[in-house]
């Protein structure tokens, strides 16, 4: 596949019917390895956003895990300022992120046409505050906030996007700090420059610093053409606030912008802020935004994916090979299906007793054993869309002989009625 794809490719995507579920539109916009397309749910009529990441992009540019953290990262977080992530699809060649479709475009975009009014851009940075506080305390950090990456919904709120280079508590490393250097030259961090390692946390607080720098002045605090020069500014803290800015602002923009990491200002002591707290209302989450997928262990893991797994298990195609399980003395077997857990369980119960295998069932799924232990098969039943059920089998490598035909010559054959076929093939995939 070419670095740009033709105007032919593009008017035949415009016309895709993601398997049947999704009518694509026009191009929102576009990148090294993805594009966003505007899409119609064809049967809710429901607006979204589709991310369409190149496979083969994603492998030769070793992004294999920014994909998965970001899956991860985006089934983590629901608030109502961070964009939502409906569901993954998959083809050969393509990721499709189904996300949420914000309507009023970049932030930046406004931005551009001038300055925002003092009570607008508090408005916009205590909507910002309430998104990144959140994420600090799923335990993910950006690294990237900038108003490009801040998009408006159709009622002009703002939602936090693109966590592709976000990282998780899981990367800090044992000196309390994480050391890749990312993140937009203007909106860096300076202790990212001295690479020395930082605290995630407080390097958004820098970002979010000049965010709301920008919002007043409708320029950024630190810029030069010459990159090293812009640099040298940032790591020394020069800047000033234009005429307009209010008291108030002002002491607020300097403590955001400590170059110093341990006394710069925390989201805790920005919500106690005189000037953030005018008008200010903290952010309740409702069900749909607490509830979140939790990810256990395997064995209390019920009905509902492990984000980094939704890749894999993605309508249409089976892409473990590209996230391959760690475990090689297992072999697994995964199939879509859209007959409910109960019933599929139900199923599989009952073809295995046709054969005398015991059935022991469990809250996740079932257990398959005979041949006086020498076969056991696990499988597992998950939730991945409304519509959609993942069915995983797992199998001991060891199973040889006797003990694997039970399975592949007489169990397996009989479930295939419950495997889900996709609809409508992409287009052009």
Same mark, same amino acid.
């Given at each position: 596949? &070419?670095?740009?794809?033709?105007?032919?490719?593009?008017?035949?995507?415009?016309?895709?019917?993601l398997?049947?579920? +999704?009518?694509?539109?026009k191009?929102?916009?576009?990148?090294?390895?993805?594009?966003? +397309?505007?899409?119609?749910?064809?049967?809710?009529?429901?607006?979204? /956003?589709?991310?369409?990441?190149? @496979?083969?992009?994603? %492998?030769?540019?070793?992004?294999?895990?920014?994909v998965?953290?970001?899956?991860?990262?985006?089934?983590?977080?629901?608030?109502?300022?961070?964009?939502?992530?409906?569901?993954?699809?998959?083809?050969? #060649?393509?990721?499709y992120?189904?996300m949420?479709?914000?309507?009023?475009?970049?932030?930046?975009?406004?931005i551009?046409?001038? @300055?925002?009014?003092?009570?607008? &851009?508090?408005?916009?940075?205590?909507?910002?505050?309430?998104?990144?506080? +959140?994420?600090h305390l799923?335990?993910v950090?950006?690294?990237?906030?900038?108003?490009?990456?801040?998009?408006? *919904?159709e009622?002009?709120?703002?939602?936090? &996007?693109?966590f592709?280079?976000?990282?998780?508590?899981?990367?800090?490393?044992?000196d309390?700090?994480?050391?890749?250097l990312?993140?937009?030259?203007?909106?860096?961090?300076?202790?990212?420059?001295?690479?020395?390692?930082?605290?995630?946390?407080? /390097?958004?607080?820098?970002?979010?610093?000049?965010?709301l720098?920008?919002?007043?002045?409708g320029?950024?605090?630190?810029?030069?053409?010459?990159?090293?020069?812009?640099?040298?500014?940032?790591?020394?803290?020069?800047?000033?606030?234009?005429?307009?800015?209010?008291p108030?602002?002002?002491?607020?923009?300097?403590?955001? %912008?400590?170059?110093?990491?341990?006394? @710069?200002? #925390?989201?805790?002591?920005? #919500?106690?802020?005189?000037?953030?707290?005018?008008?200010y209302?903290d952010?309740?989450?409702?069900?749909? +935004?607490?509830d979140g997928f *939790?990810?256990?262990?395997?064995?209390e893991?019920?009905k509902?994916?492990? /984000?980094?797994? %939704?890749?894999s298990?993605?309508?249409g195609?089976d892409?473990?090979?590209?996230?391959?399980? &760690?475990?090689?003395?297992?072999?697994?077997?995964?199939?879509?299906?859209?007959?409910?857990?109960?019933?599929?369980?139900?199923?599989?119960?009952?073809v295995a007793?046709?054969?005398?295998?015991?059935?022991?069932?469990?809250?996740?799924g079932?257990?398959?054993?005979?041949?006086?232990?020498n076969f056991?098969?696990?499988?597992?039943?998950?939730?991945?869309t409304?519509? %959609?059920?993942?069915?995983?089998?797992?199998?001991?490598?060891?199973?040889?002989?006797?003990s694997?035909?039970?399975?592949?010559?007489?169990?397996r054959p009989?479930?295939?009625?419950?495997?889900?076929?996709?609809? #409508?093939?992409?287009?052009?995939?």
């Open positions: 596949m &070419s670095e740009i794809e033709n105007e032919s490719e593009d008017a035949s995507s415009s016309e895709a019917n398997f049947g579920k +999704y009518e694509r539109g191009l929102l916009g576009y990148g090294a390895f993805a594009k966003v +397309y505007h899409a119609r749910n064809v049967q809710t009529g429901q607006n979204v /956003a589709v991310k369409a990441v190149s @496979r083969q992009k994603v %492998l030769k540019g070793g992004l294999t895990a920014n998965k953290r970001e899956i991860a990262i985006m089934h983590r977080m629901h608030h109502p300022h961070i964009m939502k992530l409906h569901e993954v699809l998959a083809t050969k #060649t393509k990721i992120f189904v949420e479709f914000a309507k009023g475009g970049e932030l930046f975009g406004k551009a046409k001038g @300055r925002f009014s003092e009570d607008l &851009s508090r408005q916009y940075f205590q909507q910002l505050i309430s998104a990144v506080g +959140y994420c799923q335990g950090f950006h690294r990237d906030l900038k108003p490009e990456n801040l998009l408006l *919904d009622n002009w709120n703002l939602k936090v &996007s693109d592709g280079l976000s990282a998780v508590t899981e990367q800090i490393r044992p309390g700090l994480l050391h890749t990312c993140g937009t030259p203007a909106y860096v961090a300076p202790e990212i420059l001295s690479k020395k390692g930082y605290d995630g946390a407080k /390097a958004d607080i820098w970002s979010c610093g000049v965010i720098y920008v919002l007043n002045a320029y950024l605090p630190f810029n030069d053409p010459n990159l090293m020069v812009m640099y040298r500014k940032i790591y020394k803290g020069e800047f000033r606030c234009p005429k307009w800015t209010s108030g602002l002002r002491l607020l923009i300097s403590r955001l %912008l400590d170059t110093n990491p341990e006394t @710069r200002i #925390t989201v805790d002591e920005i #919500t106690q802020d005189p000037w953030f707290k005018q008008g209302k952010v309740k989450l409702h069900d749909e +935004y607490a *939790d990810l256990k262990d395997d064995e893991c019920a509902h994916l492990n /984000a980094f797994d %939704l890749i298990f993605s309508s195609f892409l473990s090979r590209l996230f391959s399980d &760690s475990d090689i003395s297992v072999r697994v077997e995964r199939f879509l299906s859209e007959e409910t857990p109960e019933r599929i369980i139900e199923r599989i119960g009952e007793e046709t054969e005398n295998v015991v059935v022991t069932k469990k809250d996740w079932v257990k398959l054993e005979g041949q006086n232990g056991v098969v696990v499988i597992k039943v998950y939730r991945l409304g519509s %959609l059920v993942v069915v995983e089998i797992r199998k001991r490598e060891s199973d040889i002989g006797p694997l035909q039970i399975w592949k010559d007489k169990l009989r479930l295939d009625d419950l495997v889900y076929q996709p609809q #409508t093939p992409v287009p052009g995939e």
